[in-house]
Nanobody, 124 residues
């Protein structure tokens, strides 16, 4: 079981990035896939999560209207489209897979497969 995260980089404020999370060794259809981010000295916070099997989706208030989570079934990949990026979006972003109950969809402890992080830096 492996999750491969990619797509991070340096972008100016107001710019866009698309992160990819590709699953191998399991079918994402039966899991929730979440994107979390972490800055030094802080805990890991949920950005956006989707229970792929029923489509339930969560967005953090700080990213609503700017970020969109969507999937490509053929590629077993979940994408996080990030628009109107702000300096406060700077963090290491991780994708993870789990089977959370709906009320806990944003809780990192509900996810048990984690990919490596990808760094997103928003700076002019």
């Amino acid at each position: 079981v492996q999750l491969q995260a990619s797509g991070g980089g340096l972008v100016q404020p107001g710019g866009s990035l698309r992160l990819s999370c590709t699953a191998s060794g399991f079918t994402a259809d039966y899991y929730a896939i979440g994107w979390f981010r972490q800055v030094p000295g802080m805990g890991r916070e949920a950005v956006s999560c989707m229970r792929v099997y029923d489509g339930s989706t969560y967005y953090a208030d700080s990213v609503k209207g700017r970020f969109t989570l969507f999937r490509d079934n053929d590629k077993n990949t979940v994408y996080l489209q990030m628009n109107s990026l702000k300096p406060e979006d700077t963090a290491v972003y991780y994708c993870a897979a789990g089977r959370p109950i709906l009320s806990a969809i944003s809780r990192p402890s509900m996810y048990y497969h984690w990919g490596q992080g990808t760094l997103v830096t928003v700076s002019s």
